[in-house]
């Protein structure tokens, strides 16, 4: 090969390589211009979406505050506890909330939400898991709880069933128990 | 085709106490004495219409694992009240009514078969234009009471299958399946897993 054409090809070479790297860089402004429109607003906007972040951030840490316990025996993350709002507290009934409190607290009660647990009993079924007491004395205990919506009774057969509010409340009543066992650091 | 229903103007009464239907779910009685009009379609007995004491219960409570739904219907029926079903059973205990039976209730012939007549076309102003035919060859039973809008609660039975609407509320059963739709929420159930969800605009049956 003569040494002009060895010139020649270098020459092609380098053409070939500056071709190369105009087809990229037309390539990537490509992609630039595809991906959005750039325009300067100015500082305004910039300070505009620092304060809306800085506003978010703040939402974050104060949820984060609420929602995360952290005791001498670890970290608890709270889960479904919203906001303490007063107007919740205007609309509470006391009076309601007292009636279901009431029927939560004694110890039979309890026993028969507990048997109720595990599906639908009637009366008699009942009775032998609480043997201790009379029959009238279990019929009383369920008329509470029946006032107060934690059990319903079937009126074709009979049976008694714990209601949803009534499987909240015992699961609740539960809870604070191991609560208050565990010295509040649940 | 539409079949023709109409009332007999013969009047029976209950000769003891009977038990119109009963399930798991749902039981109806009439007390002994219960003025009864028998209904026809197509000149067979198919149904009756009752005037007397009696009791309707049903279990609209749907079980779910998160706890019971619902509660229990407890009826004191005194008002007149449509069944279309197996009418074999209940005539065994009918016999014919008396001026006294009547008077008892605050009738006459007349003014009974009149009440007894606009209850059934209520009751066809809704059921007749698409349930008849299939109804004449159900083996279910089909009871229509007044409420106090003047219009008709319904309960369909048919084997373990049974309907119950009201203008607040439409109780389904099927077995272990269940729907129950209150003004506030609708709770489907199956085998003790349910699904809640926010009431929908949903017809509840109600007859008009």
Redesign the interface.
């Known amino acids: 090969m003569s040494e002009d054409l060895k010139q020649e090809m270098k020459k092609l070479k380098e053409e070939m390589a500056s071709l190369k790297d105009q087809l990229r860089d037309a390539g990537q402004e490509g992609r630039n211009k595809r991906r959005g429109i750039y325009i300067d607003f100015g500082n305004s906007v910039q300070d505009y979406v620092e304060d809306v972040m800085q506003g978010v951030a703040e939402g974050v840490h104060g949820e984060l505050d609420k929602s995360i316990f952290i005791g001498p025996r670890g970290c608890r993350i709270m889960r479904g506890h919203g906001p303490w709002r007063e107007e919740d507290e205007n609309t509470f009934d006391f009076n309601e909330a007292a009636k279901a409190m009431s029927a939560l607290g004694h110890e039979h009660r309890l026993k028969v939400l507990s048997s109720l647990m595990t599906g639908g009993k009637y009366i008699n079924e009942l009775q032998e898991g609480l043997s201790e007491i009379t029959t009238s004395t279990l019929s009383s205990h369920l008329n509470v709880l029946e006032e107060a919506g934690l059990v319903v009774q079937e009126k074709v057969r009979g049976r008694y069933l714990i209601t949803m509010p009534g499987r909240t409340a015992y699961q609740m009543a539960r809870k604070v128990t191991r609560f208050l066992k565990a010295g509040g650091e649940e | 085709m539409m079949q023709h229903y109409e009332v007999e103007d013969t009047i029976l009464r209950s000769n003891a106490e009977l038990t119109l239907t009963?399930?798991?779910?749902?039981?109806l009685e009439i007390k002994k004495g219960t003025l009864t009009l028998p209904v026809k379609v197509a000149d067979k007995r198919r149904g009756f219409i009752f005037l007397g004491e009696g009791k309707l219960?049903?279990?609209a409570?749907v079980?779910?694992e998160?706890?019971?739904?619902?509660?229990?219907?407890?009826r004191e029926l005194r008002e007149l009240f449509l069944m279309l079903g197996n009418t074999e059973e209940t005539s065994k205990h009918l016999e014919k009514a008396s001026d006294d039976d009547l008077r008892r209730n605050d009738f006459t012939e007349k003014t009974l078969l009149a009440k007894a007549q606009d209850l059934l076309a209520k009751f066809m102003g809704k059921e007749g234009a698409h349930g008849s035919e299939h109804f004449r060859q159900s083996e279910g039973s089909i009871f229509a009471f007044p409420n106090e809008e003047s219009n008709l609660d319904l309960l369909l039975l048919n084997g373990p299958r049974l309907i119950y609407t009201t203008k607040d509320m439409a109780f389904i059963c099927d077995g272990d399946k269940s729907v129950l739709n209150t003004p506030r929420q609708v709770f489907l159930s199956a085998q003790g897993t349910s699904l809640p969800f926010g009431r929908p605009h949903m017809h509840n049956g109600c007859c008009q």
């Open positions: 009963r399930s798991d779910k749902v039981s219960l049903i279990d409570i079980e779910t998160r706890g019971a739904v619902g509660k229990p219907v407890q």
